[in-house]
């Protein structure tokens, strides 16, 4: 229901007071709206301000309440200016267990790829200048060199992603010719991302072998000929086969593919570049295993296991890449100095390994030990139950973290976490009203609800951002006007 002014209606007080708003430059002659201007510019706030206007006058002329004096004129514009430049990409706490999460921004950059990233925006870049000969040179070569050597490619070339890698080294290679696949690796990821569907994007005709469960070296031999592009092998993302199973690895692949002359391609995913196992991690094969295995190309992701910025990367046979540099594509697909910024000095610490979960954020993060999660989880189990209140119950309790982003899709990291439960009695949906709190916080606290229970996992919650998360949760403890509690 509106409210009306008592004693007023339609037509009357409220209609003699919408005429008597005061004027658009009165209001921006104002001293109170002089920070406003020099913040949000004359354009832009005297659209705001007509805005105001108008649904004030509105409200009036309906015979609703309406404070329609100066002061809280330009109350109302200054709150609308706020509300339209706030940025709608917004930090957030990560709680939900997934350490590289494709919706929140996948790997985190450490300190030496943040500065480097702030030095690319604020200056000129020899982005394909080759300051040695003063000639123009080729953006791939800022961080070709690194690559090589940690993966043991001949050449590589770079993109904006890995799903465009896919898309560009089959259409240079493989448009209007045939690329071979196990039926068991048509893989589809997020975002409806699936190889059968890349494959006829890029003009290449899609030869399945084997089948779901079991493909042998033999289904491979028996189409691989004349009019065959590519052997292919794509990284199984996001679930795994178990069971009555049979894959043909790159090292089986790789004879077959040399005999016949067909390059053999690896799509990796994840791409690590290290052995993961020497940390306690499950083994995730790297590209220099790949490669070295007899691979001629493998297209891998900078922003997972690799923990850079995103981009996909192509790294194989100097031939091969030549051929897919030359493709317009390339041109299309090709990454910014932003990300070549930030790719380098992440490479450079792969260069230094023993010093790697310290220095690179998302391995640092995917190797802390559960000890400090509990302890964390401990520290902030009483101050969070303090926020949510008596309608809810809080425990400190073990939890299972993931990789994420289609790396090692079955295995589960140990953790720690706040359990959020609704207390006896409780009606309503509690749990998803406190849901929607959370990330209506400055800094919004993105968690997941399961078996009844809000899991806040605590991996991604460091150390010197718990001040921070504590500072903000007493605004937890607003009354409730959610319909649905």
Same mark, same amino acid.
């Given at each position: 229901?509106?409210?009306?002014?008592?004693?007023?209606?339609?037509?009357?007080?409220?209609?003699?007071? &919408?005429?008597?708003?005061?004027?658009?430059?009165?209001?921006? !002659?104002?001293?109170?709206?002089?920070?406003?201007?020099?913040?949000?510019?004359?354009?832009?706030?005297?659209? #705001?301000?007509?805005?105001?206007?108008?649904?004030?006058?509105?409200?009036?002329?309906?015979?609703?309440?309406? !404070?329609?004096?100066?002061?809280?004129?330009?109350?109302?514009? #200054?709150?609308?200016?706020?509300?339209?430049?706030?940025?709608?990409?917004?930090?957030?706490?990560?709680?939900?267990?997934?350490?590289? *999460?494709?919706?929140?921004?996948?790997?985190?950059?450490?300190?030496?790829?943040?500065?480097?990233?702030?030095? &690319?925006?604020? $200056?000129?870049?020899?982005?394909? $200048?080759?300051?040695?000969?003063?000639?123009?040179?080729?953006?791939?070569?800022?961080?070709?060199?690194?690559?090589?050597?940690?993966?043991?490619?001949?050449?590589?070339?770079?993109?904006?992603?890995?799903?465009?890698?896919?898309?560009?080294?089959?259409?240079?290679?493989?448009?209007?010719?045939?690329?071979?696949?196990?039926?068991?690796?048509?893989?589809?990821?997020?975002?409806?991302?699936?190889?059968?569907?890349?494959?006829?994007?890029?003009? &290449?005709?899609?030869?399945?072998?084997? %089948?779901?469960?079991?493909? *042998?070296?033999?289904?491979?031999?028996?189409?691989?000929?004349?009019?065959?592009?590519?052997?292919?092998?794509?990284? &199984?993302?996001?679930?795994?086969?178990?069971?009555?199973?049979?894959?043909?690895?790159?090292?089986?692949?790789?004879?077959?593919?040399?005999?016949?002359?067909?390059?053999?391609?690896?799509?990796?995913?994840?791409?690590?570049?290290?052995?993961?196992?020497? $940390?306690?991690?499950? *083994?995730?094969?790297?590209?220099?295993? %790949?490669?070295?295995?007899?691979?001629?190309?493998?297209?891998?992701?900078?922003?997972?296991?690799?923990?850079?910025?995103?981009?996909?990367?192509?790294?194989?046979?100097?031939?091969?890449?030549?051929?897919?540099?030359?493709?317009?594509?390339?041109? #299309?697909?090709?990454?910014?100095?932003?990300?070549?910024?930030?790719?380098?000095?992440?490479?450079?610490?792969?260069?230094?390994?023993?010093?790697?979960?310290?220095?690179?954020?998302?391995?640092?993060?995917?190797?802390?030990?559960?000890?400090?999660?509990?302890?964390?989880?401990?520290?902030?189990?009483?101050?969070?139950?303090?926020?949510?209140?008596?309608?809810?119950?809080?425990?400190?309790?073990?939890?299972?973290?993931?990789?994420?982003?289609?790396?090692?899709?079955?295995?589960?990291?140990?953790?720690?976490?706040?359990?959020?439960?609704?207390?006896?009695?409780?009606?309503?949906?509690?749990?998803?009203?406190?849901?929607?709190?959370?990330?209506?916080?400055?800094?919004?606290?993105?968690?997941?609800?399961?078996?009844?229970?809000? $899991?806040?996992?605590?991996?991604?919650?460091? !150390?010197?951002?718990? !001040?921070?998360?504590?500072?903000?949760?007493?605004?937890?403890?607003?009354?409730?006007?959610?319909?649905?509690?």
């Amino acid at each position: 229901m509106t409210a009306r002014v008592p004693g007023s209606a339609p037509g009357s007080a409220n209609a003699a007071g &919408a005429l008597r708003l005061p004027a658009v430059h009165v209001l921006l !002659d104002d001293a109170a709206c002089a920070p406003l201007l020099a913040e949000y510019g004359r354009e832009q706030s005297v659209a #705001a301000l007509r805005a105001v206007l108008d649904a004030t006058r509105a409200r009036l002329l309906a015979g609703e309440a309406a !404070d329609a004096s100066p002061a809280a004129l330009l109350d109302q514009l #200054a709150a609308r200016l706020r509300a339209a430049n706030v940025s709608k990409l917004r930090p957030v706490y990560n709680l939900t267990g997934t350490v590289l *999460h494709t919706n929140l921004g996948r790997a985190l950059l450490p300190d030496a790829a943040v500065q480097a990233v702030v030095d &690319a925006l604020q $200056w000129p870049m020899n982005l394909e $200048w080759d300051i040695e000969t003063g000639s123009r040179g080729d953006r791939d070569n800022l961080v070709e060199e690194q690559l090589r050597e940690l993966t043991g490619a001949e050449a590589v070339t770079i993109v904006n992603n890995n799903a465009a890698a896919v898309l560009l080294m089959l259409n240079a290679l493989g448009n209007g010719r045939e690329v071979v696949v196990s039926r068991g690796e048509l893989v589809e990821i997020g975002g409806a991302f699936r190889i059968p569907d890349i494959m006829a994007r890029a003009g &290449a005709i899609l030869r399945e072998v084997g %089948t779901t469960n079991r493909t *042998h070296l033999k289904d491979y031999a028996e189409f691989a000929g004349p009019q065959t592009a590519l052997l292919m092998k794509v990284h &199984a993302s996001n679930y795994a086969i178990t069971g009555f199973t049979k894959e043909v690895t790159v090292a089986e692949l790789a004879p077959l593919a040399r005999e016949r002359g067909i390059p053999l391609a690896v799509d990796l995913g994840s791409g690590t570049l290290v052995d993961l196992e020497r $940390w306690g991690l499950p *083994h995730e094969t790297t590209v220099k295993e %790949t490669i070295a295995a007899g691979a001629d190309l493998v297209t891998f992701s900078g922003d997972k296991l690799l923990g850079g910025p995103q981009c996909g990367i192509i790294a194989g046979r100097k031939d091969l890449v030549a051929a897919i540099k030359k493709n317009p594509l390339k041109r #299309a697909l090709r990454v910014s100095k932003l990300t070549l910024a930030a790719l380098e000095p992440v490479l450079n610490l792969y260069r230094a390994p023993d010093l790697l979960p310290e220095r690179l954020t998302t391995l640092r993060l995917l190797t802390r030990p559960a000890g400090a999660m509990r302890a964390a989880a401990e520290a902030l189990l009483a101050p969070f139950q303090h926020a949510v209140g008596s309608a809810y119950v809080v425990t400190a309790e073990p939890v299972t973290s993931q990789i994420g982003s289609g790396a090692l899709p079955v295995d589960r990291l140990p953790s720690h976490g706040l359990a959020v439960r609704a207390a006896a009695g409780v009606k309503g949906n509690p749990l998803g009203v406190l849901e929607r709190r959370l990330r209506a916080l400055p800094r919004p606290v993105i968690g997941r609800i399961a078996d009844d229970t809000l $899991w806040l996992d605590l991996r991604c919650l460091e !150390d010197r951002q718990r !001040d921070g998360f504590l500072a903000q949760l007493d605004q937890l403890n607003q009354p409730n006007t959610d319909s649905n509690a």
